[in-house]
């Protein structure tokens, strides 16, 4: 187990990185497609955000929610992510999204550890942790890294 502490200018940054965060998404997205056929159908999203627990729990505590209120949450956010309403999401719609979210993220911690109102947060993370906020603190440690070996 390990401990990462990020601030919004973590998150922007990986953002930003448009190589880095493509491959991120597309490596989740795959992962959620579980038919393969290249759009993820409103059930295959329900399972990804399901398997996230997400709206299950708030700071690590369960919260109940009625099956019928997740569902109604998890139709809500598959409206959000399927812009051409066609019934499923591509890989753009998932990525366009997903930034949408990361960006959202920045802005609820703050763009620096210096600027009022920043709210840097530590995260302790499992082993074999890989969830989008994990990569962007990797993705920070390794440009740390490499200015540092310069």
Do not use: W
């Not at 569902?71 to 719609?93: A, H, P």
Request: a negative charge; charged letters at 30%.
């Amino acid at each position: 187990m390990g401990v990462v502490i990020i601030d919004g200018s973590t998150v922007r940054d990986f953002v930003s990185d448009e190589a880095q965060f493509k491959k991120s998404m597309d490596e989740r997205f795959a992962a959620f497609d579980l038919n393969n056929d290249g759009v993820l159908s409103r059930g295959e999203l329900h399972k990804a955000f399901e398997s996230m627990r997400l709206p299950e729990s708030h700071f690590g505590i369960d919260v109940a929610t009625t099956p019928n209120q997740l569902t109604q949450l998890y139709d809500s956010i598959f409206e959000k992510f399927d812009y051409d309403r066609n019934g499923t999401v591509d890989v753009e719609e998932f990525r366009a999204e997903m930034k949408k979210i990361m960006l959202a993220i920045v802005d609820g911690l703050g763009s620096s550890p210096t600027e009022h109102g920043s709210c840097p947060i530590q995260m302790a993370l499992e082993d074999g942790d890989e969830s989008l906020l994990k990569r962007a603190a990797d993705l920070e440690a390794s440009k740390s890294n490499s200015k540092a070996s310069s």
